[in-house]
């Protein structure tokens, strides 16, 4: 059942990201896609979620540690990177336009 | 502070996030309002991690007693910094005209988190019900998180091989040849590909204790 929730928000997910990105001015493509790939990062919560939780109280190996914490790493320079990244393409759009 | 109450507060805060992230969005897709949608994104974000250190780091126990969930916090913290100083040095750095291939570095970035993620995650709670019996471990690793976890590394995979040969190609790098390749069938080599790993994922959704097959998938994507 958990799983036929998961499809519906999923499936709305579709339609609101259709919805937000229609007629969108073709000089905001690259800042748009950079940014959304910045929330993409949001997989930074799943990182965390590993390593606070089952990685860190469950005595184990060092390299499944290892390996989300390379995982956390990446992802923060995905959000990091790519919100800085947006923010200075739109600082030049609007430098252009004064 | 309750258990229950912490899962609400949780819950809520994750909601803001979301909210904040369509917002964002919204006003990223208007010349006027898009610097703004950025910054409101980037906030998102933040309460996004900050709901994650409550969610998955603070314990409560029966009698209300908060405790932290774990004694890595210096590495954790760690990995975080290191992650935003490499982002915001390689982003600030960065040319004018290299920006397209830094964002398909940084997407690619996102998508080998996230089929890491997926594994270890999968790696773990397969320890955790070692060696018991196919009714506990269907309900340590549910279908629907079973599906979750092969979906995640099967893009996750794609999105990190696909970003890296789109940066080769943006760069102008001669490994990657310019024109695209094919050959005889290659649409039907690639769609023979796709139908095996949807497969194997299938397989994995019903056999969880198989987690070779994850890396089998994760390696398949990545071609």
């Known amino acids: 059942m958990i799983l036929v929730y998961l499809i519906t928000v999923f499936a709305m997910a579709i339609f609101l990201g259709f919805e937000l990105i229609t007629k969108v001015p073709a000089t905001l493509h690259t800042p748009l896609m950079s940014g959304s790939n910045a929330i993409s990062g949001i997989t930074i919560v799943g990182a965390l979620g590993i390593l606070l939780t089952t990685v860190s109280t469950d005595d184990v190996a060092v390299w499944p540690f290892i390996l989300a914490a390379l995982a956390l790493f990446f992802a923060t320079v995905n959000v990091v990177g790519g919100f800085v990244v947006s923010h200075r393409m739109l600082a030049k759009f609007r430098g252009k336009k004064s | 502070m309750t258990m229950e109450f912490k899962n609400v507060l949780v819950a809520v805060i994750y909601l803001i996030s979301a909210i904040l992230f369509i917002i964002g969005i919204k006003r990223l897709s208007k010349p006027k309002t898009a610097t703004q949608g950025n910054q409101i994104g980037a906030i998102g974000m933040l309460v996004a991690v900050i709901a994650a250190f409550i969610d998955f780091g603070l314990v409560i126990d029966a009698s209300n007693n908060i405790t932290f969930a774990t ?70 690793l549910p279908v629907n998180v079973m599906v979750a976890t092969g979906l995640s590394g099967l893009i996750g995979a794609v999105t990190l091989s696909g970003s890296f040969i789109a940066y080769a190609k943006l760069q102008g790098l001669k490994i990657i040849p310019d024109k695209p390749v094919s050959f005889k069938f290659d649409l039907v080599l690639k769609l023979v590909l796709l139908a095996g790993l949807l497969a194997l994922s299938g397989v994995l959704v019903v056999e969880p204790t198989m987690v070779n097959l994850y890396w089998i998938i994760v390696a398949g994507g990545l071609c």
Do not use: D
Not at chain 2, 89 to 102: E, W
Not at chain 2, 117 to 130: C, D, N, P, Q, T
């Open chain 2, 71 to 140: 004694s890595y916090w210096l590495y954790i913290l760690v990995a975080l910094l290191l992650g935003s100083v490499v982002g915001v040095i390689s982003a600030i750095k960065v040319q004018m005209t290299g920006m397209p291939q830094m964002v398909a570095i940084f997407n690619g970035l996102g998508g080998g988190a996230s089929f890491l993620v997926a594994g270890v995650y999968l790696i773990f709670e397969l320890s955790k019900v070692a060696g018991m019996s196919a009714e506990v471990i269907n309900t340590a």
